[in-house]
């Protein structure tokens, strides 16, 4: 098996927000006046659109308090002071590895549109990426809508991508869609939960990847 294109996660693949949006949505609910979730709680729905951690934190609140909570993370997450948005030391020399040897890249986010085209200037990444999609333009994950958009914007087939994400919600959006996937353990989901959804590996760390594409070509 070896894939023409590459499709990341960004929260906790890429990025090392994981952190940073767990401490968003905490400081959210304390401004909202909510019980504040605990960190594990957020941990485990990181990689689900907005309205769905919301709907999932918060599943009594009215939608006027789950607006306001959707609206105030916003606020407080797109903020340009908040400075949230530090790539992994080895996504960059990952990207650039890929590219060089002729891989398609892409992004798959649970992000909205205005929150990943700012990730993506902050990091100055934009070169990178042939095409991209996000929770605010297609079913959240894991729906296989955003690899079929991808796909389809590409002229390939999934079964001709790798998704690569640190959660269930990656591996599962892949498994809806016929592509095969890669987890890695830098972000939400450990180890264990991630080999539940039967990912052809789990690395550690995205300097690992270049070399197992280059066994799956080997193989």
């Known amino acids: 098996m ?15 927000t994981t952190s940073p949006i767990t401490r968003c949505f905490q400081a959210t609910f304390a401004e909202c ?3 504040v979730p605990d960190s594990e709680t957020v941990r485990a729905l990181i990689g689900y659109n907005l309205k769905t951690i919301v709907s999932r934190l918060a599943p009594d609140a009215s939608e006027d308090t789950q607006t306001l909570l959707r609206e ?3 606020a407080h997450y797109l903020n340009p002071n908040n400075h949230n948005m530090r790539l992994f030391d080895t996504a960059i020399p990952c990207l650039q590895t890929l590219k060089q040897q002729g891989y398609w890249l892409a992004v798959a986010t649970g992000k909205g549109r205005t929150g990943l085209d700012q990730a993506i200037a902050q990091t100055g990444t934009a070169d990178f990426w042939l095409a991209t999609a996000c929770a605010s333009e297609q079913p959240s994950k894991p729906a296989p809508d955003m690899v ?15 998704i690569v994400g640190d959660t269930t919600y990656d591996l599962e959006m892949a498994a809806n869609a016929g592509a095969p996937a890669v987890g890695i353990t830098t972000g939400a989901h450990s180890a264990d ?4 959804c039967r990912p052809l590996a789990v690395i550690n760390s995205l300097n690992e990847l270049p070399e197992l594409l280059a066994g799956f070509q080997t193989a």
């Open 33 to 35: 006046g909510l019980p």
């Open 72 to 74: 105030t993370y916003t």
């Open 2 to 16: 070896q894939p023409k294109l590459i499709i990341f996660d960004w929260d906790g693949t890429l990025a090392d």
């Open 193 to 196: 939960t991630l080999r539940q």
């Open 148 to 162: 079929f958009k991808l796909c389809d914007e590409l002229g390939l087939r999934p079964s001709e991508s790798l």
